[in-house]
């Protein structure tokens, strides 16, 4: 592995992790409720800004230890992110030409599906109601995009990672 590939790597690694982390914290529990998908949001932008490197299987293996981690139906998030990032890599061209509130518009329908997936998934395993809450990720995650957005580009421009 040469060395732009290997800091391509450990800045995906150190930033899936930041998101896995930011998944599970519960600084403020009255705020839980909001918490987005972080991991979704870094893959996502993974996924639009170097889609030779970080493509489906990428996300699909993350999606394992997602479900892992929040203790999930196996292959519950893994197929919701594989998905999600081949949507993101096969519009990638379109979404690196947008501004950002037509990106966001993107991720919003991405989070919805995602949101959508997950309580189709809860409803087979078990009769299910659908609370407005279950949709305040969903809000958060589109309005927390720029912000992910900024803070992973300035991170692959210091570390001069290039598609």
Known sequence: MS???????????GTIAAAMVMRVISVFPSVDLFNPDWIVLVLIYWSIA?????????????????????GHLLGQYALIYALLSYLSIKEHRRLRQF?????????????????????GMASMQAANRLPLSFWYPVLSGTLAW??????????????RISG
């Open 99 to 119: 501004p950002l509130p037509q990106q966001c518009l993107f991720i919003l329908f991405c989070l919805t599906s995602g949101q959508s997936l997950l309580f």
């Open 3 to 13: 060395a732009p590939n290997s800091v391509a790597f450990l800045c995906f690694v």
């Open 146 to 159: 720029p912000l992910v957005f900024y803070v992973l580009r300035t991170i692959r421009v210091m570390a």
């Open 50 to 70: 170097l889609p030779d490197r970080f493509g489906v299987f990428t996300a699909f293996a993350v999606g394992l230890f997602t479900d892992v981690l929040t």
